[in-house]
């Protein structure tokens, strides 16, 4: 049974419980893998919970930069791994989406509508994913309720009572305004799209054109929409952090990678987060080195660090190495999956001792060969392979990072 992990980050991010084969279990997600964490042995009773506790024999957590990006990875690792516990999200596909359909052609009295789906099986405008049910439904309920878009199936002389009320676009009601109706439900896409420049455009043209046929109850209210777009777009601002601008990530490709380095290296995990070390000098002066972090096969550059070597002043790479690596994880948190240091056996024998739950390998740069930290494990790189361009990669950016530094230092 696994006992209660210590000094856990409090990032977003995604944790998985292995059981004594090291088979994933389980997978999550959370805002604060700590807290999340925590939640579980606060709460040992629960059915679920007692399960995976009582088969979990260890923990791994993949911090992130944000709870949108633990959703996406949380969905790539449970469809790869299939989870045994994970039975909620095995099939289909758990993103939420609010959902702006296409008029159907086959069908002359088809209406485009709004609703919260989760599958992209038709034609029409996703706006998400959302990051849960509740946020999507409060900027649907907003929408549905501001641009009068309800569509109710009854046909009554006078319209039903939320008609009435403001609530129902009035398709029951004989004379059903399909022009405005239609209009309503662009705006609508437009302001859950952020784009107010085409949704004034919109309004200013069919105001005219309500003026010019009489309509001036419609040319009315739609000047009333005029007023209050912007209100209407800080509103959805405090209902959700729209995620419509932003694109699903397709990791794949990357999970790809990282998994085929996991099998080249020999890891025991995914090296979803990865830092490398190196240290830059000339001859002795202005000792600094540098941190380069990847998280899923791409740098994270607020994640970079530099260090200007302080308890060495005569040239000891070694120790230099093992300075900034214990400064780099002094909170005794914050680990990668995996450690690259720039070198072979010395530095690897140099830091071992500060690395925390990382595993370490080491690049020896004139062999061309990778080292592991046993140093039973030897490996020609070969630019050929995709995860050693990748390990090449990494090593290069940082020796660039620390080079830059070094030379800042010495023109101070």
Request: glycine share 4%; aromatic share 10%; charged share 25%.
């Amino acid at each position: 049974m696994l006992q209660r992990p210590k000094n856990l980050t409090k990032k977003s991010g995604v944790y998985l419980f292995r059981n004594e084969q090291d088979q994933i279990i389980y997978i999550g997600k959370a805002k604060s893998i700590a807290d999340r964490i925590a939640s579980y042995f606060n709460n040992p009773d629960e059915y679920k919970v007692s399960m995976i506790l009582h088969e979990a024999t260890s923990l791994e957590t993949i911090p992130v930069n944000s709870e949108l990006e633990a959703l996406h990875l949380e969905i790539d690792l449970i469809k790869k791994y299939q989870p045994k516990f994970n039975t909620l999200l095995k099939e289909g596909n758990p993103f939420i989406y609010l959902f702006f359909s296409q008029p159907s052609k086959k069908s002359a009295n088809s209406l485009p509508t709004v609703s919260v789906v989760r599958t992209k099986n038709k034609k029409g405008t996703y706006i998400g994913p959302f990051l849960n049910k509740k946020s999507a439904y409060g900027v649907y309920n907003f929408l549905m309720e501001t641009f009068k878009l309800k569509l109710c199936k009854k046909k009554i002389a006078h319209g039903c009572l939320e008609l009435h009320i403001g609530i129902c676009a009035g398709y029951c009601s004989p004379d059903f305004d399909l022009n405005f109706y239609l209009v309503r439900f662009e705006l609508a896409k437009y302001l859950v799209n952020s784009d107010m420049q085409t949704a004034m455009k919109t309004i200013d043209l069919e105001i005219k054109k309500n003026s010019d046929q009489l309509q001036f109850e419609q040319a009315k209210n739609l000047l009333e929409y005029k007023k209050n777009f912007q209100q209407f777009a800080d509103t959805l601002k405090k209902l959700e952090t729209m995620p419509s601008k932003q694109k699903e990530p397709d990791q794949s490709k990357n999970l790809d990678l990282l998994i085929a380095l996991q099998q080249r290296l020999n890891l025991k995990h995914i090296p979803y987060v990865i830092d490398c070390f190196d240290i830059s000098h000339l001859q002795g002066n202005f000792i600094v080195g540098s941190c380069i972090r990847y998280v899923h096969g791409q740098p994270e550059p607020k994640s970079f660090r530099r260090f200007q070597v302080k308890s060495i002043v005569d040239q000891d790479d070694y120790a230099a190495l093992a300075e900034i690596v214990q400064r780099r994880y002094k909170t005794g948190s914050n680990y990668p999956n995996l450690i690259i240091v720039d070198g072979g056996k010395g530095q690897i024998n140099a830091i071992k001792p500060y690395i925390g739950t990382a595993e370490l390998v080491g690049l020896a740069k004139r062999e061309e060969t990778i080292i592991s930290a046993d140093f039973k494990k030897f490996i020609q790189l070969d630019r050929q392979r995709l995860e050693d361009l990748l390990l090449l990669q990494i090593r290069d950016k940082t020796h660039s990072f620390a080079i830059t530094y070094h030379r800042k230092k010495r023109h101070l």
